[in-house]
């Protein structure tokens, strides 16, 4: 929904008309958080230097504002500055910490890492 929003007011508009009908309420949503410049330097890495017109540095930013004004239960804020590893490692004890079924799972790609 921030990609699609100018705000984070019509953020949360586009999320409440799409509840119910079109999504179902995340237990857990993750945001990862990495400075713009960076989440650009991978993209252009990823894709040889043509990002996508939702990819262009200023809806990065718009999208980074709206992100951060998430609040409620089920959002987890994870540094995603570091390495794939780092981020993965966040996530998984995200997970850990609020999944209480497959957890054999989630410690088995813990020892991975």
């Known amino acids: 929904m921030a990609f699609q929003a100018n705000s984070a007011d019509e953020a949360d508009s586009l ?9 179902l309420r995340p237990d857990i949503t993750m945001i990862l958080r990495c400075p713009v410049s960076q989440g650009r ?11 996508s017109t939702f990819e262009s540095d200023e809806a990065q930013r718009r999208a980074k504002e709206i992100y951060e004004t998430r609040s409620g ?3 987890r804020f994870i540094d995603a500055s570091g390495t794939k590893d780092d981020t993965l490692r966040q996530a998984v004890a995200v997970l850990k910490e609020n999944c209480r079924t497959r957890r054999d799972i989630l410690e088995h790609l813990e020892q991975r890492l």
């Open 15 to 23: 999320y409440e008309s799409y509840l119910g009908t079109e999504i």
């Open 73 to 75: 239960s089920h959002y």
């Open 41 to 51: 330097q991978r993209i252009e890495r990823r894709d040889k230097g043509s990002p």
